[in-house]
T-cell receptor, first 113, second 113 residues
Framework: KAGVTQTPRYLIKTRGQQVTLSCSPI?????VSWYQQTPGQGLQFLFE???????NKGNFPGRFSGRQFSNSRSEMNVSTLELGDSALYLC????????????FGSGTRLTVV | DAKTTQPPSMDCAEGRAANLPCNHS???????VYWYRQIHSQGPQYIIH???NNETNEMASLIITEDRKSSTLILPHATLRDTAVYYC??????????????FGKGTKLSVKP
């Protein structure tokens, strides 16, 4: 079956712009989480959605936001981009109720110039 | 902060068992131990998880001490493709969701021919 699909794979944006990243979870998975990975900070949790509701949120500024649609697809948005937002953004989905692990996508590599 | 402590790096000969330790002395009774690995430039991959009993699947075995303060991930016959960063994570599984995963720095396992 298809895995977690993230689009686009690579993105270059200018400081001050905004960006929207997309994530399609595995069919049937209703829990979607987003992570940011940088060389300095490692993997950091951004937020988690389940049934269109945000269940958990990490320690990121309000410029980072997300949403989940009724088909479980999710988007995250970063406004007023800063150089420090350059990172690999990873989406992960899970089949709730089974206690199984998250399946991660390959990520979107965002470069802010 | 991550609730786990792992050695920063380990080497293993190809074909031998790789035993990756993890300390989680502050784990609470309802927290699970999860293991993920990340091969360079890919998203993390779920390996295995457990609560208090030892677990085995097609990828690895997880040995959790009786007091649950530490665990060991065992890759029985390591191959070059097992070279990756391995993350040990403790997490609640409330409502079937794992909530947020707090990644530490992990152990970089290098499998050598």
């Amino acid at each position: 079956k298809a895995g977690v699909t993230q689009t686009p794979r690579y993105l270059i944006k200018t400081r001050g712009q905004q960006v929207t990243l997309s994530c399609s979870p595995i069919s049937g998975h209703r829990s979607v989480s987003w992570y940011q990975q940088t060389p300095g900070q490692g993997l950091q949790f951004l937020f988690e959605y389940f049934s269109e509701t945000q269940r958990n949120k990490g320690n990121f500024p309000g410029r980072f936001s997300g949403r989940q649609f009724s088909n479980s697809r999710s988007e995250m948005n970063v406004s007023t981009l800063e150089l420090g937002d350059s990172a690999l953004y990873l989406c992960a989905s899970s089949l709730v109720g089974t206690g199984t692990g998250y399946t991660f996508g390959s990520g979107t590599r965002l470069t802010v110039v | 902060d991550a609730k786990t402590t792992q050695p920063p790096s380990m080497d293993c000969a190809e074909g031998r068992a790789a035993n990756l330790p993890c300390n989680h002395s502050t784990i609470s009774g309802n927290e699970y131990v999860y293991w993920y690995r990340q091969i360079h430039s890919q998203g993390p991959q779920y390996i295995i998880h457990g609560l208090k009993n030892n677990e085995t699947n097609e990828m690895a075995s997880l040995i959790i001490t009786e007091d649950r303060k530490s665990s060991t991930l065992i890759l029985p016959h390591a191959t070059l493709r097992d070279t990756a960063v391995y993350y040990c994570i403790v997490s609640l599984a409330s409502g079937g969701s794992q909530g947020n995963l707090i990644f530490g720095k992990g152990t970089k396992l290098s499998v050598k021919p």
